[in-house]
């Protein structure tokens, strides 16, 4: 028996965004980690049936439970704002595992003042670039306004490292 589609909205909340409870299904729902595996293919077909959706033409035998999903894939690697599938290390499902890698690194590689500048930067990079792939893109961002940021690092960095290499 196929479900009836006709008053579905795929894109009002699935949950009460008015409860903590609501959001915060809202946002493990977006980040879930698995997300990141699903495959190139898969994430195009779940594009295709957001916007069907939108549209209001769904394929005959599709269930809630698909476009759900397809939702949830086309939050978590979609840009909000430009529709452009994001970078998947730029992901907020990406986030966690990223950023655990990130740590254990930066926890195993602490003895020497080089390795902890070289790991403290790989995280810095790895936060602009989640920050850059999760921003606003309805405000545009010149190349001009973020090349300062991106280069501050490296003289503090080449600083950092001939200090350190001075002084042992």
Known sequence: MEADLSGFNIDAPRWDQCTFLGRVKHFFNITDPRTVLVPERELDWAKVMVEKSRMGVVPPG?????????????????????????NVIGRMSFQVPGGMIITG????????????????????????????????????????????????GYPLLLWLLLTVSTSQ
């Open 62 to 86: 599709t269930q809630v439970e698909q476009l759900l999903y397809a939702k949830k894939l086309y939050d978590s690697a979609f840009h909000p704002d430009t529709g452009e599938k994001m």
């Open 105 to 152: 690194f930066m926890l195993q590689f602490y003895r020497t003042m080089p390795a902890v500048i070289f790991w403290q930067w790989v995280n810095q990079s790895f936060n602009a670039l989640v920050n850059y792939t999760n921003r606003n893109a309805a405000s545009p961002t010149s190349g001009r306004e973020l090349h300062p940021w991106w280069a501050a």
